[in-house]
Every structure is written in C-alpha cells, then in structure tokens.
C-alpha cells in the first residue's frame, strides 16, 4: 500500500471523527465547545487553576485563556476567587452548572472508551503494539510541526 493511501484514509478518519464529535458535542454540552468543556474539565481537576497554567495546559495562548475563563464565567460554568497568599492572582472554581458539564463529561468519556474500545478485539496484540508505534510517531511528527 502507498504512503500516500495511508495519508489519505487517515485524513478521511480525522475528518468523520470532526464531523461526529461537532454533530453530537454541541446538544451534548449545552452549546459549548470542545475548548470550553476542555477549561472546565482541567479547572475541575486541578488545585487553583488560574489563567497561566489554563494556557499551559490546554496549549493556548494566556490571552486564549482569559477569553475562555471570562466567557465561561459569563455563562455561570466558573466563577473566580483570589487566595490569602496571592491576592493579585485570580483563580477558578465550577459552578454547579460547571459541575453538570463535568459530570457530563466524564460520563461522555467512559461510554465512548466502553463503545470504542470494542473496534480492537478485531487486532491481535501484535497488531495493537504496531498500531501504537504508529500512533505515537504520528503524535510525536505533529508536535514537531508545530514547534
């Protein structure tokens, strides 16, 4: 098989799993998107979460992230506090909205890994072990892209 035909079936998995995660993610998370249930998903899971470590995170630039706090705290998903040893910088909470989003979620998370991981019992372990080796040379070609 050509390089090239792998590329493109590639190209067209990437495409349909786009399109099915925008179809679905929308009615899914109340007109979120992927970014925003992102930001509430990192908040949730770390300890005073603030703009700085958002961007690192997430991989967007801090002005991105302080888009994103300001408009899911529009939206009643976060809200901020400031802490005794640090009363310059802002931190970040759920709201009980932002909760529902997370539990949300995290429930989407474990039904798709149930569902999906039932596409490997057509692979044998060796079959897995070169589908990873793929995968993470792939992952490792993006990252170097984008540096």
């Given at each position: ?7 493109k ?10 399109e099915m ?5 929308q009615?899914?998370y109340?007109?979120?998107n992927?970014n ?10 770390n ?15 801090r002005?991105?992230?302080t888009?994103m ?12 506090y400031?802490?005794a040893?640090?009363?310059?910088e802002k931190?970040?909470t ?6 529902k989003?997370?539990i949300?979620h995290e429930?989407n998370?474990e ?19 070169i ?13 170097d892209?984008?540096?």
């Open positions: 098989m050509k390089n090239e035909d792998i590329l079936k590639l190209i067209d998995i990437i495409q349909l799993s786009q995660n925008k179809k679905s993610f009615d899914i109340n007109g979120l992927i925003e249930v992102h930001t509430i998903d990192y908040i949730k899971r300890t005073n979460p603030n703009v700085t470590s958002i961007s690192s995170n997430l991989n967007i630039t002005g991105g992230a888009k706090t300001k408009k899911l705290i529009s939206k009643g998903y976060i809200s901020e400031k802490i040893e640090n009363k310059k931190y970040f759920l709201t009980k909205s932002g909760e989003i997370f949300k429930k998370h039904e798709s890994l149930k569902r999906d991981s039932k596409l490997f019992n057509a692979f044998t372990e060796t079959e897995k072990h589908i990873a080796k793929f995968l993470d040379v792939l992952k490792d070609d993006l990252k892209k984008l540096i």
